[in-house]
């Protein structure tokens, strides 16, 4: 059965410090790693990873995926109160499935 | 900017009603999708689209319907709601962008539906 697999379900740092965000996956016919930051409502895209190795940065957030090991890392740095929502983590697997995992809750204390 | 719209954003509605959740791209994309997401779990796929006149169940059992006859609508439909349908329905859609890589979804604003 494919399934991605988050840690930690739920995180509190204050502000400026440095968080990793774990992603772990089993899927048939994997394409592509996605991550997403949601907040009250609908997910909101970061990061798609097909190669390993290559690491991908916007601003603070920064994302790799080992396609030998299944796992993927989101990394950010210097937090600030507006990093707080949920972190999503999504495999593609085959030509229309994305498997979603249960995604990492984030509060940064000010 | 992603442009896939759903109405309504809030709905309650007594037990037994039939009601229909619209959800609507401009972005021309060829497949859509329905999840299912309670407060503090994972999204969950009730129905997706590969194009017009295509549709498939997800893995989640749902008792709703869809249907796809424009590319751009992608409506989703409950018979009879009942309390246990309580919960937040999330649109989104995705394209193929050649080679083995799929587009990322995006996703519309949700509905959040809670049935008495």
């Known amino acids: 059965e494919d399934k991605v697999v988050q840690s930690p379900l739920s995180l509190v740092v204050h502000e400026g410090d440095t968080v990793t965000l774990n992603c772990s996956y089993e899927v048939t016919n994997f394409r592509s790693l996605l991550w997403y930051k949601q907040e009250k409502k609908a997910p909101t895209f970061l990061f798609m990873l097909t190669s390993s190795g290559i690491e991908k940065k916007s601003g603070r957030l920064s994302s790799i995926l080992d396609k030998k090991e299944l796992f993927s890392i989101l990394n950010i740095t210097a937090t600030q109160t507006g990093d707080s929502a949920i972190y999503l983590c999504a495999a593609a697997s085959g030509t229309y499935k994305y498997i979603f995992g249960t995604g990492t809750r984030l509060k940064v204390l000010a | 900017e992603a442009d896939i719209y759903q109405t309504p954003r809030y709905l309650v509605i007594g037990t037994g009603k039939k009601i229909t959740l619209e959800c609507s791209q401009t972005?021309?994309?060829?497949?859509m999708y329905w999840y299912q997401q309670d407060p503090g779990m994972e999204l969950h796929l009730i129905h997706y689209?590969?194009?017009?006149?295509?549709?498939e169940k997800g893995d989640l059992s749902s008792e709703s319907t869809v249907s796809r006859i424009r590319t751009e609508h992608f409506p989703l439909t409950l018979e009879s709601a009942r309390p246990s349908h309580t919960s937040q329905y999330l649109c989104a859609s995705s394209e193929y962008i050649g080679g083995p890589i799929y587009n990322e979804q995006f996703f519309g604003p949700g509905t959040r539906l809670t049935v008495l």
């Open positions: 972005m021309g994309h060829d497949k």
């Open positions: 689209s590969y194009g017009v006149n295509s549709t």
